[in-house]
């Protein structure tokens, strides 16, 4: 597609409950980035994918939260047993790879209630 | 691990004034990205800096990456309401296969 699809744009859910959130990258684009965005914290990575292995997984959280990409395009990110420290904006972005911006989605307003 | 330290975080300007916004990073840059981003959408890519030195412009905005390779600055001149928004610096931090990290941001408002 033209820019990076992300769904669903907003999402509220009950604490426990798991949740999905896909991203949709720009067709061509090898690499694939989430980040969290919670007030007054900045963008915290998540999670990088090059093709469909994840070679940094480092930020996240817990073992709670989890991402794959098929086929080189299409992520997921899940979250299970949603707490309320979940609220947040998730935003994906992906790049050509190597040096270079990144183009990010509109992003997901979670909030877990 | 690299952080990123943006100031002011919080700005407001009277239309038509400047203002520059600063990125100091704690170690090396090897790329420094400018973001900017309003309430309820994603990040718009402004301009890359890579070279210690280089200076960029895009319309009314100049940022510039130091000599040293650990700050950089992003100049607006006569602001206008659509400048308003948040403004991210994200850092490359030379490492290959690794993700930018970004600085908390700095919040843009512009009175008329």
């Known amino acids: 597609g033209a820019g990076v699809s992300q769904s669903p744009s907003n999402k509220v859910t009950e604490k426990g409950k798991d949740v999905e959130l896909r991203c949709d990258p720009i067709?061509?684009?090898?690499?694939l980035y989430w980040y969290r965005q919670s007030l007054g914290q900045g963008l915290e990575f998540l999670i990088y994918?090059?093709?469909?292995?994840?070679?940094?997984k480092s930020g996240l959280p817990s073992d709670r939260f989890s991402a794959e990409r098929t086929g080189g395009s299409v992520s997921t990110l899940t979250i299970q047993r949603t707490q309320q420290e979940d609220s947040a904006v998730y935003l994906c972005?992906?790049?050509?790879?190597?040096?270079?911006?990144?183009?990010f989605g509109s992003g997901t307003r979670l909030t877990v209630v | 691990s690299q952080e990123l330290e943006q100031s002011p975080q919080s700005l407001i300007v009277q239309e038509g004034k400047n203002l520059t916004i600063n990125c100091t990073s704690s170690?090396?840059?090897?790329?420094l990205y400018w973001y900017k981003q309003k309430y309820g959408e994603g990040l718009i890519f402004l301009m890359m800096?890579?070279?210690?030195?280089e200076e960029k412009s895009h319309e009314k905005i100049t940022a510039k990456l130091d000599e040293k390779k650990q700050q950089s600055s992003l100049h607006i001149t006569a602001s206008q309401p659509s400048h308003a928004g948040i403004y991210l610096c994200?850092?490359?931090?030379?490492?290959?296969?690794?993700?930018?990290?970004f600085g908390k941001g700095t919040t843009l408002s512009v009175s008329s």
């Open positions: 972005a992906s790049s050509l790879g190597g040096v270079g911006g990144y183009t």
């Open positions: 067709s061509g684009h090898t690499a």
């Open positions: 994918f090059q093709g469909n292995s994840a070679p940094d």
């Open positions: 170690k090396t840059l090897y790329g």
């Open positions: 800096l890579q070279k210690g030195g």
């Open positions: 994200g850092a490359d931090g030379g490492q290959a296969g690794t993700a930018l990290i």
